[in-house]
């Protein structure tokens, strides 16, 4: 049965905790849990803000966003990453923070913008993640020429890449900020497209536009019977188009309405590393088995 992965990048020192509150109280009301992946740099500003309204509740996993944002490695679209050293930084404190601001251990590390098939083909970057105490990550979150949307692809260990111990967990379908924002909608959505399904000819304008779009690549996944599904999102973006965070809980109504379960990053790694032969691996969807076609507006 697939699972719906409700998870937040926290970015914004300034608007992440007012979304925050929000965000908690949805959870609350319909008990479902979430991950937080926090930018190291937002805790060193608001680390106690957070603590009070994500640190008490069982709900909510914890984990790293990378220290600065910084890129992990190279992208044709944002341009070249950051040195091993400046990586080792990027990883370590990140890590770091989010340990002693919540007082717990941080095992999981979402990277900075996602690349085309995440860390793939580079063992140096890949090793000084597993020396800095990660055990999954998530940076396979661009389509080809690391475009969005981010397509389906499933959890993969990084056997080929000599870290065998390390899940790279992926982020799917669109970050929530470029399905809002015309001038990036128009750079990083590519032509011709990649998938000919889920893809609105322009920019959505409120939350309700916004479901319609996501809820089909939920129902993709749950009808291609996926593990996991889990779109990219980012409280600021939500909190900036509804602050009463509306598209979440049209998501959460959704997804119970439809008995789809729901879990975070860290509980569906840890059933996995119980099972590592039970990871779907890189060829459970592919760009290239993606022939359907879909029309919105």
């Known amino acids: 049965m697939t699972n719906y992965i409700f998870h937040y990048d926290l970015e914004n020192a300034e608007i992440c905790p007012k979304a925050a509150v929000v965000l908690r109280e ?131 260990w990084y056997d080929e890449d000599a870290s065998p111990g390390l899940l790279e967990m992926p982020g799917h379908g669109w970050h929530d900020n470029v ?15 990649y998938v000919e399904w889920g893809i609105p000819r322009r920019p959505v304008k409120n939350p309700e536009e916004e479901f319609e779009v996501q809820k089909m690549w939920i129902d993709h996944a749950v009808q291609l019977g996926l593990d996991y599904v889990s779109l990219v999102y980012h409280p600021c973006s939500i909190f900036r188009m509804s602050p009463d965070c509306r598209i979440i809980e049209h998501m959460m109504r959704y997804v119970t309405d439809q008995s789809i379960p729901a879990t975070t990053y860290t509980q569906l790694y840890r059933q996995y590393a119980d099972s590592p032969a039970s990871v779907p691996g890189r060829n459970a969807w592919t760009w290239e088995s993606e022939k359907q076609t879909g029309d919105l507006w």
């Open 179 to 193: 399905l809002k924002m015309e001038e990036f909608y128009c750079l990083l959505s590519p032509w011709p497209r």
């Open 26 to 156: 949805l959870h609350e009301k319909f008990q479902i849990p979430a991950t937080f992946f926090c930018l190291g740099k937002v805790l060193e500003q608001r680390g106690p803000d957070l603590l009070k309204i994500l640190g008490d509740t069982d709900l909510f996993d914890i984990q790293s966003h990378t220290y600065s944002h910084q890129l992990l490695r190279d992208s044709k679209m944002h341009g070249p990453g950051v040195s091993l050293d400046e990586l080792r930084k990027e990883v370590s404190l990140g890590k770091r923070l989010v340990e002693d601001v919540f007082q717990r251990e941080c095992i999981g590390i979402r990277s900075g913008c996602g690349f085309y098939r995440g860390l793939q083909g580079e063992p140096e970057r890949l090793a000084i993640v597993v020396e800095e105490g990660a055990k999954y990550i998530s940076t396979d979150l661009r389509g080809p020429a690391d475009s969005i949307p981010s397509g389906l692809v499933q959890a993969y």
